[in-house]
């Protein structure tokens, strides 16, 4: 009795995931013209472990076809993703709205594999903690923050 | 910080986008980095686009002296927020940064939101002090590029 039990939550749960996949990928990214949305896991191959978010990691993969390196973030899909779909999807939507300036990281793809939401980002580099900035030119610095301004005044021209 | 990336020839890309709008994450933020985090923010939660003005604020006096205004004072949660809600920036806080942008510093991290500057407005004033200063030379690129070079492989 139990495992039955246990089997019909499972399903419902996957149920709901590919209920909401539907929603969100079908309707929405599917009709954004600039975002690939026709890959698989198979297609790329992981090269190395890169940081951690807040709802999943980011690593290096290696496209197979072209060798061009792609920053993806894996999120998984859990309970609390499923009981508001927003946090997730919201920040992926926001991304996606604002690729494309030269100053953002730029959402490239998105795909599913099982369980998980795959986002395909540019490989954008490193990131600055460590970085000893007193050997940084002032000029550099300078440079860095009218491109920071550029893309924060981007993002708040298109109401994000 | 950890939402700019440099690129291999040394521009900078703005990453992870919502969780500033997500009024949960913001004690964790307290924690980590809590310069970033506007006043009006920890006096009433009010998230809107100055926020993130401030927080370029910050992120460039941070370039200039990692210690920032209250870093190294804080000792709770509690007592940290009141220090920055009841803290107006001024002049002595920002020491380290060049005079020439001085005044546009003031501007990004003005205690009320409504008398902050906006991201566009501030972006006009940085390139037009950056003209008076003179743009970039490879030189002082490279010199970056090499010291984010020996950083990432000392990490």
């Known amino acids: 009795m139990f495992k039955l039990n246990l089997k019909i939550i499972f399903n419902i749960n996957i149920l709901i995931i590919n209920r909401m996949w539907e929603e969100f990928f079908d309707d929405k990214i599917k009709k ?109 610095k300078v440079k860095w923050m009218t491109e920071l301004l550029s893309a924060v005044a981007h993002c708040h021209k298109l109401g994000i | ?40 923010i920890y006096s009433s939660k009010r998230v809107s686009s100055a926020a993130d003005v401030w927080a370029c604020g910050v992120f460039f006096v941070f370039m200039f002296q990692p210690a920032i205004f209250l870093q190294g004072k804080k000792t709770t949660l509690s007592l940290l927020m009141k220090e920055v809600v009841n803290h107006i920036v001024d002049i002595d806080d920002i020491h380290a940064v060049p005079d020439l942008y001085k005044p546009i510093v003031l501007e990004l991290l003005a205690y009320h939101r409504l008398f902050r500057i906006s991201a566009k407005d501030a972006l006009i004033k940085f390139k037009e002090a950056e003209a008076i200063d003179g743009s970039v030379k490879k030189a002082d690129m490279n010199v970056a590029l090499n010291t984010i070079k020996k950083s990432v492989k000392s990490a």
């Open chain 1, 32 to 140: 954004i013209n600039t975002i690939k949305t026709d890959w698989t896991i198979n297609d790329f191959e992981k090269s190395k472990f890169l940081g951690k978010g807040a709802y999943g990691s980011v690593d290096l993969y290696i496209e197979k076809a072209t060798g061009l390196e792609y920053a993806i973030k894996t999120i998984t899909i859990t309970d609390k993703i499923i009981d508001d779909p927003s946090i997730v999807f919201t920040e992926l939507l926001n991304q996606i709205v604002v690729s494309g300036h030269p100053n953002i990281c730029s959402i490239v793809g998105t795909f599913r594999d099982g369980n998980n939401l795959m986002c395909v980002q540019d490989m954008c580099g490193s990131n600055m903690f460590g970085i000893d900035f007193t050997k940084i030119p002032t000029k550099v």
């Open chain 2, 1 to 40: 910080m950890g939402n700019c990336l440099i690129t291999s020839d040394g521009t900078l890309k703005l990453t992870d986008f919502g969780f500033s709008a997500n009024v949960d994450n913001v004690p964790k933020k307290i924690l980590g980095t809590p310069n970033y985090i506007a006043p009006e």
